[in-house]
């Protein structure tokens, strides 16, 4: 018994200080005015390579139309498990998403991207609608959309 206490102290050390190199980090996604329904939007972390490696946000209640955020779907597999506990509701034209997430010190000026795909019902779907790295310098720095998105925004 004594041996486990032990492994489990020793995995606590060492899971601690990985739990407090992260940050708080805001997300502000405002979208275009457009016509259509609400928006779904997949906002995920890339690496140098562009293969994703984790989800940030999703907005969109029915995940049946996840599928049409094409690069985040495939990086993400659709696995409930990426976005479960990161998901709300599809945000409406002209409207603004605002999301606090923590991530991890290590993503930082390490060649890692912010990428956000979007989608409408019944409308043209956007892979990479957004593309920023992620670095201190860019923080509070908006970044142009292609599609529904006027402009992201991250700060630290």
């Known amino acids: 018994m004594n041996k486990i206490a032990l492994s489990l102290c020793l995995a606590g050390a060492f899971a601690l200080p990985g739990l407090a190199q992260a940050r708080p ?21 890339t690496d140098a390579a562009g293969q994703y490696q984790k989800t940030l946000w999703v ?3 029915k995940a049946k139309h996840y599928k ?12 409930r498990a990426e ?16 999301v606090t ?3 991890a010190d290590t993503l930082i000026d390490a060649g890692f991207e912010i990428r956000v795909d979007s ?4 409308g043209r779907d956007n892979p990479a609608d957004v593309r920023t ?4 310098q860019g923080a ?4 142009p959309g292609r599609g529904y998105v006027q402009s992201f925004t991250y700060d630290m």
Do not use: F
């Open 140 to 143: 509070g720095k908006p970044t």
């Open 101 to 103: 997430v923590d991530l």
């Open 133 to 136: 790295a992620l670095t201190t």
């Open 59 to 61: 907005s969109g209640k």
């Open 25 to 45: 980090v805001i997300l502000t996604t405002q979208l275009k005015n457009y016509s259509g329904d609400g928006a779904y939007l997949a906002i995920y972390v």
């Open 83 to 98: 976005y479960d506990g990161v998901s709300g509701a599809s945000v409406g034209s002209g409207r603004a998403l605002k």
């Open 68 to 79: 049409n955020l094409r690069d985040w779907a495939r990086g993400s597999g659709l696995n």
């Open 119 to 122: 989608a409408v019902e019944d």
